[in-house]
C-alpha cells in the first residue's frame, strides 16, 4: 500500500502545481518514486488523506 500511496502522492505534487510554474522532465525510473516512497512510509496520516488525493485527481483527469 506504500507504493501505492506514493505514487499517488507523486502524481497528485506533479498534476497539482502552481500555473507558471517550471515544466518538469519526464519520469523515466522507478527510481524517481524511492524518496517519495520514503515519505510515505514516514507520515502519519490518514489513509483518508490518500483517498483524497486519488478523488482530486480523478476529477482533475475527467474530461470538461
Partial sequence: MAVENA????AARR???PAG???LATIRSLAYFI???EE???LNVSPGYF???RQKIERLT???
Fill in 7 to 10: 505514487l499517488v502522492l507523486a
Fill in 21 to 23: 510554474s517550471p515544466t
Fill in 15 to 17: 498534476m497539482i502545481r
Fill in 40 to 42: 510515505v512510509l514516514s
Fill in 51 to 53: 483517498q483524497h488525493l
Fill in 35 to 37: 524518496p517519495v516512497i
Fill in 62 to 64: 475527467q474530461a470538461p
